[in-house]
């Protein structure tokens, strides 16, 4: 079983949706012919699915099989850099760098645009 998700959890539609990478109507469907019958049905919080449940699909098998644990343990051997084309106010350069990014250049063609990179940078 996957470390992230106890017995005693349950899982939400849309997060087993997004684990199996169906469409949410696909788990749904799947509740009415029983081929994956959800733990609770509850009125507020709809379909509640336990992670033990999911445990025949290829893509649960390929979680619990993972080493996680140790791949989280892998780090860069150097930094990263980014190159951004059309850039726009550097937004996106902001989050990339809060992430450990080095920005190398910023490419804009908007006159609003550079203005408000120039004042930021």
């Given at each position: 079983m996957s470390s992230r998700f106890k017995n005693h959890e349950l899982l939400p539609l849309g997060l087993v949706a997004d684990i199996l990478s169906v469409s949410k109507e696909t788990v749904r469907k799947w509740a009415g012919n029983g081929r994956l019958k959800p733990a609770v049905e509850d009125k507020?919080?709809?379909?509640?699915?336990?992670?033990?449940?999911?445990?025949?699909?290829?893509?649960?098998?390929?979680i619990n099989a993972s080493n996680w644990h140790e791949e989280k343990q892998i780090s860069a051997t150097r930094a990263y850099r980014a190159v951004e084309l059309f850039a726009g106010a550097g937004g996106l350069a902001l989050g990339l760098e809060k992430?450990?990014?080095?920005?190398?250049?910023?490419?804009?063609?908007?006159?609003?645009?550079c203005k408000t990179l120039s004042l930021n940078r």
């Amino acid at each position: 079983m996957s470390s992230r998700f106890k017995n005693h959890e349950l899982l939400p539609l849309g997060l087993v949706a997004d684990i199996l990478s169906v469409s949410k109507e696909t788990v749904r469907k799947w509740a009415g012919n029983g081929r994956l019958k959800p733990a609770v049905e509850d009125k507020k919080r709809g379909y509640l699915y336990k992670w033990q449940d999911l445990a025949d699909f290829p893509e649960v098998k390929a979680i619990n099989a993972s080493n996680w644990h140790e791949e989280k343990q892998i780090s860069a051997t150097r930094a990263y850099r980014a190159v951004e084309l059309f850039a726009g106010a550097g937004g996106l350069a902001l989050g990339l760098e809060k992430a450990g990014f080095e920005t190398v250049v910023l490419n804009e063609n908007n006159k609003d645009a550079c203005k408000t990179l120039s004042l930021n940078r």
